[in-house]
């Protein structure tokens, strides 16, 4: 089975740094999205591809580990990777690393799929289930 | 003519603050907003109401300017004054007051028209001007 | 043991709310620390308190539960619990709940004490074992 | 005298949008910082090559217009333009324009210099006069 993976660069902005100079943790969920859409633009899992097909993919849980803090202006990778599932669901696993290659965060996020009426899909949609075998995960 | 005015309190969030220990000036945007809600709530004109009546609001101009910072967990009152216009506009002045009566930030937004379509209304809807008469300012 | 658990409201505010109409995810960190700001300030174990006992208190671990979808300008209390632990950590555990008492989401937040220079305490603060005394935690 | 000026693209992030689908007007203050770092960088004028010389420069006037929507995903580029002036601040005027020209939004920033211990500079530091000369300014 293939890995699917993306990866993007990050740079701390000011606005995201806190009173202790380091990137507030919140931010980091931003960072996370970044890597997520920088994913479904590679992979065509955006956000407007799944809207197309009809669905939105809220995010119903997300896990997040901070090892080591980031700084003002300091630049991080961070690391996207598509784990796959039988559930109707997209699970992403992260690794924010720094230049040097340290892990600095890992986190965890579980979408669904919920119909544009706001109805949860308990079934896998059959646009994804296609995207899975175009990208030979089934 | 009425003057419509609505006062509010905020405190300075631990994430609202940047690394010299001062609200971030983006931070104020939200104050504005957070006093511009809180007049929608206090005189029938929130987004919600406007929605209902076919049209969003969108700011077509900012203008702040901070005179003294604000602190971690410091308190201020925000107050936000309708100004009345013959255009089809809403525009609000604002006040950051410290709890000492100082003046820490003052502004200025202006609002327009559009429809559900996205089309700019460039005369003053019909709701807007009942909402006018109902508050005395015409 | 006595429990600590602290309440407080919050509004959805229109910054906070996604093009799905609904709260982003990601605006619900700021929700938590509302509602460990405001523990802090019941308990005297707030920001400054802990800072001027010559630490910090980053957090290391966040996992946040979505259940329900929270909407523009709708209300919900956050409720955050203190959970005791021997080790050198601060834990909260939260619940999002909407004004009829259905649960919106839930959270857990595990914050450790590194000092003025950065260091990591292995033990816990004296200042923290008072605390907990104080608190008749042990 | 030269102009200085610096340009970076910008993508909007589904964070940044707001219920309008467009990106939520507060969302352009960190836009703005984003080219005014990028301008830092290339002319060696950052926030903490300033920090290096013993000055904080917050900002003490913000004006923004806002002319055409920007939608999620969409890319535009900053233009961030310093403005010379004989008094002690830092003023940058910015115009955020489509992939095909069209101004989308311009605006204004004025900074002052305050020292380490938070008192505002009248003149000129003389870091900042040694800046200027140095890019032909005066």
Do not use: C
Not at 44 to 59: A, E, Q, R
Not at 96 to 123: H, P, Y
């Amino acid at each position: 089975m293939k890995t699917l993976v993306s990866k993007i660069k990050l740079r701390v902005r000011f606005s995201e740094v806190d009173s202790m100079g380091i990137a507030w943790h919140g931010s980091y969920v931003k960072y996370l999205e970044d890597g997520r859409e920088a994913f479904g633009r590679e992979y065509n899992l955006g956000y407007m591809d799944v809207y197309k097909k009809g669905f939105f993919t809220p995010i119903v849980k997300l896990d997040l580990d901070y090892k080591l803090p980031l700084r003002y202006e300091e630049s991080a990778i961070i690391e996207t990777k598509y784990i796959n599932s039988d559930a109707a669901k997209i699970i992403f696993e992260y690794r924010i690393l720094s230049l040097d290659n340290k892990l600095l965060a890992k986190a965890k996020t579980i979408q669904v799929f919920v119909n544009l009426s706001g109805k949860l899909e308990l079934s896998t949609p059959d646009f994804f289930v296609d995207w899975k075998i175009k990208n030979k995960l089934i």
